[in-house]
């Protein structure tokens, strides 16, 4: 029997495995990508699991919290809207930018098609934080961030991932979904070491964890979330669970999907990982109350001492002229900066002040630019072929850059499934040779009608389907629109050749 308010041991729901899923033993919760999510429409599958009494967690993906824009309202009354579908008890998104560009910085605003880091900047943390208030103010449930997968460092940041995230609860209250798969991957990528990092964290908001599998290749390892879960991430599971007992645990799988026999094997893994660290736990524990003539049991919803023992913590205690409180998750409202986080110079604006130079309102736009114009020149570079900026290694933006690419043209073969089977072998190339020249703006069905018709207008090679695809092409189009802007009479033109081949 589950303690009240625990998820359990649960499983990534994905239309490929959800009778898989539907049919095992063990299943206490599932989280389901929102964005894949219809509110009026449920899958029969989730129906059926929320019925039995699974708990069904959405888990954004293009929210974009850590991008220098504030939350689109639309996304947001999105994810609210499947939180509440799926009677929710919390929803989940990233640390991390998905897009840049835009006002902000009188540029093309550009996609990235997946989840890239954030600076660990007092700049960067001063934006997320205010974009985390403005997701909680909007949710209908308590909100949790996640840690993500890097490839690449950005110069010059000021803090440690384990530093930034507990100046990240300490200010807002969030909760904190940690990928334990993320930190053996900024491990073996950016030499990061995830015992420090646990160290560091808040551990006491963790709200779940996230288990899942990747590969290495050429000294990058890839958080690829298709292959099997690799023996040092289940180590640093078991670290975490030695420090704290998670309130749930989940295996994510989002390609090459095996067996459900291979599936179970992997969750029983984890179930045995934090049996045997939470054991071991508990014997030191009583191990030390002995030694002091106590016999306390081990708290099995805390942290264990070696966690409350986070350096950054005590610093702040020291530094705090209140004492130490862990961060309100029933509230939304921003804690008291403290004064080892407060950005030198800050100014405090009265509430009705003025937005002058000095103010706290033209603070934070001189914040947002600044993270703007930084994030937009990476991302350029990335998926636009514009020079790295200063202080990056361009061997791993390169990585990145390709990685994004092959990304890119999974999406799109998933959501447009039509056009790797016209075009058969031909598709990867031809789509890698496109996104090289051609950075997504629209999303990835706009970025598959946008290919379909950059193949058509510039000549297919011998052997494809062109009529196939023509047809394809003009019944997802839409009616060439009636306004005269340049773009609807491009889209005429383009209607008008295309018709006539």
């Avoid at 690829?224 to 998670?246: E, M």
């Amino acid at each position: 029997m589950r303690e009240p308010g625990r998820l359990g041991t649960g499983i990534g729901w994905r239309p490929e495995i959800a009778e898989a899923v539907e049919n095992m033993a063990g299943i206490d919760w599932v989280e389901a990508v929102a964005e894949n999510v219809c509110p009026g429409h449920l899958p029969e599958s989730l129906l059926r699991l929320r019925e039995r009494g699974i708990t069904v967690v959405p888990h954004g993906v293009s929210l974009g919290l850590g991008g220098a824009d504030r939350p689109d309202e639309a996304r947001l009354t999105a994810l609210a809207e499947r939180a509440e579908a799926l009677g929710s008890p919390l929803v989940t998104e990233h640390i991390a930018f998905v897009r840049a560009g835009g006002p902000l910085t009188a540029s093309p605003l550009l996609e990235a098609g997946h989840l890239l880091p954030v600076p660990r900047t007092r700049d960067a943390l001063h934006v997320l934080c205010e974009n985390v208030r403005a997701a909680q103010a909007a949710l209908p449930v308590p909100l949790a961030v996640e840690n993500i997968a890097a490839l690449i460092s950005w110069p010059g940041e000021e803090m440690t991932e384990g530093q930034f995230l507990y100046d990240l609860v300490d200010r807002t209250g969030v909760r904190l979904l940690i990928d334990v798969a993320n930190l053996h991957t900024n491990h073996v990528n950016r030499g990061e070491d995830p015992a420090k990092a646990l160290d560091e964290l808040p551990v006491e908001a963790i709200a779940y964890v996230h288990v899942a599998g990747g590969f290495e290749r050429d000294g990058v390892w890839h958080d690829s979330h298709a292959h099997p879960v690799a023996r040092p991430v289940l180590d640093i599971l078991a670290d975490l669970a030695s420090r704290v007992t998670p309130p749930g645990v989940l295996l994510e799988r989002d390609e090459n999907f095996p067996g459900p026999a291979e599936l179970e094997r992997e969750l029983t893994s984890i179930r045995e990982t934090l049996e045997t660290a939470e054991a071991a736990a508990r014997a030191t524990e009583r191990s030390t109350a002995a030694l002091v003539g106590c016999r306390a049991p081990f708290p099995a919803a805390t942290a264990s001492p070696a966690a409350t023992a986070s350096p950054v913590a005590a610093g702040k205690a020291a530094a705090e002229t209140e004492p130490a409180r862990s961060p309100d998750t029933s509230s939304t409202a921003p804690a008291i900066t403290t004064p080892s986080s407060r950005t030198p110079g800050d100014t405090e604006a009265a509430p009705d002040g003025p937005a002058g130079p000095g103010s706290r309102a033209g603070t934070d736009d001189a914040r947002r630019q600044r993270v703007a114009l930084a994030q937009a020149a990476l991302l350029s570079a990335l998926v636009a072929g514009t020079p790295a900026p200063e202080g990056f290694d361009r061997v791993r933006l390169g990585v990145q850059a390709r990685a994004l690419a092959a990304k890119r043209a999974d999406v799109v073969a998933k959501v447009a499934p039509e056009l790797p089977e016209i075009l058969a072998d031909r598709y990867r190339p031809a789509f890698l040779a496109y996104a090289q020249r051609r950075p997504m703006t629209g999303g990835y069905r706009r970025d598959a009608l946008d290919f379909a018709e950059h193949l058509l207008l510039t000549g297919l090679s011998e052997g494809t389907d062109t009529r196939r695809l023509r047809d394809w092409w003009l019944e997802r189009s839409g009616p060439a629109p009636l306004s005269g802007r340049p773009a609807a009479r491009l889209a005429r033109a383009t209607r008008r050749v295309l018709l006539r081949r």
